[in-house]
């Protein structure tokens, strides 16, 4: 049984114009140890899915779908409170700007703590240990120091650190992160990549990387899912997908890496519509 | 050709005033550490570095919106230090920057139209019907539609709007075109397009660009000469191959080693080391 499974998601948005079709009929399944990546053009509804997973998205928001199982916990008929006592601590998200997603009025302790006290119970002293550990685990030097440090101290690399640390606080089965590296520079991308990478080998839980970084997808995923315009275009293991891409938007996409130009132009998603790719 | 040095930078620096308070005593902090260059007409400069290392600021000298605290800047012959002599109609026409945010760089109550003019409007004495016409064709060759004159920003797509942005810039025909970031707010194949622009306008025009960047696969399609920069000062410049291929100093090395790898051995390596 995978981890999650989620058949035929739907996702309607209600707008003034009438419906819009954020999620077209896509299917995700994900393992214990295993890395999927969802990459995608803005637009291409690669969030939207893991909002909708997590009871994230707004009223206006339609969510059908066969299946949606969290370790064969169905999670379409689960009340707001039992989904709770799922999300944060089973299920955990990482999002794209680290300092935006701390609250700028609390120290970096008290929002970890925060997280441990709510989940697991964790209070005084044992809490404050675990929050050492958790920072240690991150790689942020002087742990006990930085506890008190509010998040506009600390660099953006610093910051997502922190938010990783929460995220991991519980121990989660499974990590979404959400454009964790989009706001970082190269050397810290790097090595807030390494750091997500070697927490999942470590731990052993699932780790769904939603990306528009081809880059990424190829430094961590074991397998992609391609999204367009709110459906599946393909899904592979990484090395067939980089290698040998069968769906045309797919082979689009990887050929305006500015790295793969041959010749003076770089070839364009359009320059393929047009040829009637997809 | 190799004489023909558009952009003369000597031992520029940036120094900015850090004002003090209660507990803190004012300081300096030196943004732009003695930086050299040249850059001959119609070639890209690639700027790289991390944020904080001084090559918006440096950008921003450039560009003039920023002075510089001592140094020399000279732009197709003519001196700039706007501190001293302020800015003539004429330097204003050398050079025009195009802006990393294509949604906050344009007015949202301003048609697209307008925003195209407004350069002309206020440096050249042309009539309206003359600035009209001139906007059509620059509309025109940057892919956009006649019947987009008449829109706001908000109709258009993060694409189309760095388009527009491009042609503000390129409205005054400038000589130099300062890019900060052009692509970074862009998807990879809305990218690619913008890349395919930016170098039918360098061809058409002999357009000379100073591309500011901190992605290192766009710098090595798009680039002639690169010069890295960490902390304020030039790490590494030289031609493109020069860079990539033997790069000397440290950070280099560290920023192509952090650089993503998109390639098949790569990835090949990497399952291989993870299977181990």
């Known amino acids: 049984m995978p981890l999650l499974e989620i058949r035929n998601l739907k996702v309607e948005f209600d707008t003034a114009k009438g419906p819009f079709k954020a999620l077209d009929g896509v299917d995700y399944s994900v393992d214990s140890g295993e890395v999927l990546a969802i990459v995608g053009e803005s637009g291409s509804g690669k969030s939207v899915a893991m909002l909708a997973m997590m009871g994230l998205l707004p009223d206006s928001a339609t969510i059908t779908a066969d299946k949606m199982a969290f370790e064969g916990l169905d999670l379409r008929t689960l009340s707001a409170t039992a989904r709770r006592k799922v999300i944060g601590k089973e299920i955990s998200m990482i999002f794209q700007e680290p300092i935006a997603s701390l609250n700028p009025c609390f120290t970096v302790g008290f929002q970890l703590g925060e997280s441990l006290k709510t989940h697991m119970g964790l209070k005084g002293g044992k809490a404050k240990d675990r929050v050492i550990e958790l920072l240690t685990a991150v790689g942020i030097p002087d742990p006990e120091g930085r506890l008190n440090a509010f998040p506009h101290q600390m660099s953006g690399g610093q910051c997502q650190r922190v938010m990783i640390a929460m995220a991991i606080a519980c121990s989660p089965k499974l990590l979404i992160a959400d454009e964790p590296t989009t706001a970082l520079d190269v050397t810290i991308q790097k090595q807030i990549l390494d750091l997500l990478v070697q927490l999942q080998q470590d731990s052993g839980m699932g780790l769904i990387m939603i ?17 367009y315009q709110g459906r599946k275009m393909e ?44 | 050709m190799s004489d023909d040095v558009i952009l ?16 803190r005593k004012a300081s300096q902090l ?109 509309l025109e060759k940057v892919g956009l539609q006649p019947e987009h004159y008449g829109r706001y920003p908000h109709m258009f797509s993060g694409g189309q709007r760095q388009r527009i942005a491009i ?107 993870k299977a181990a």
């Open chain 1, 211 to 227: 990306t528009h970084d081809m880059g990424v997808v190829a430094e961590t995923a074991d397998r992609v899912i391609v999204q």
């Open chain 2, 30 to 138: 030196t943004a732009v550490k003695g930086v050299s260059l040249d850059v001959e007409r119609g070639t890209t400069l690639a700027v790289v570095g991390e944020s904080g290392c001084g090559k918006s600021t440096l950008a921003r000298m450039l560009s003039m919106i920023d002075a510089q605290s001592s140094g020399s800047i000279e732009i197709d012959g003519l001196p700039i230090d706007i501190s001293r002599t302020g800015i003539s109609k004429e330097m204003r026409q050398k050079v025009q920057i195009v802006f990393q945010n294509p949604y906050g760089s344009l007015n949202p109550r301003q048609k697209i139209g307008h925003v195209l003019e407004e350069p002309l409007l206020l440096n050249t004495d042309m009539s309206a019907a003359e600035r009209r016409d001139l906007a059509l064709q620059m």
């Open chain 2, 167 to 273: 042609a503000r810039a390129i409205m005054m025909k400038p000589k130099l075109l300062v890019l900060d970031e052009p692509v970074s707010a862009l998807d990879l194949s809305v990218q690619a397009q913008i890349l395919n622009l930016l170098a039918d306008l360098q061809e058409e025009m002999n357009l000379t660009y100073v591309f500011i960047s901190h992605d290192l696969s766009v710098v090595r399609y798009i680039a002639d000469k690169v010069m890295v920069m960490y902390f304020g000062e030039v790490v590494e410049y030289g031609t493109r191959d020069e860079v990539f291929e033997n790069p000397q100093h440290d950070y280099t090395k560290t920023l192509f080693a952090a650089t993503p790898k998109a390639d098949v051995e790569s990835i090949r390596k990497r399952l291989a080391a």
């Open chain 1, 235 to 278: 899904e592979a293991d990484v090395l067939s997908l980089f290698e040998n891409p069968q769906n045309a938007y797919t082979k689009a996409l990887l050929s305006a890496l500015p790295e793969n130009a041959t010749g003076d132009r770089l070839p364009t998603v359009s320059d393929f519509a047009e040829a009637g790719g997809f």
């Open chain 2, 8 to 23: 003369k930078v000597r031992d520029v620096y940036r120094t900015y005033d850090i004002s003090g308070g209660l507990f």
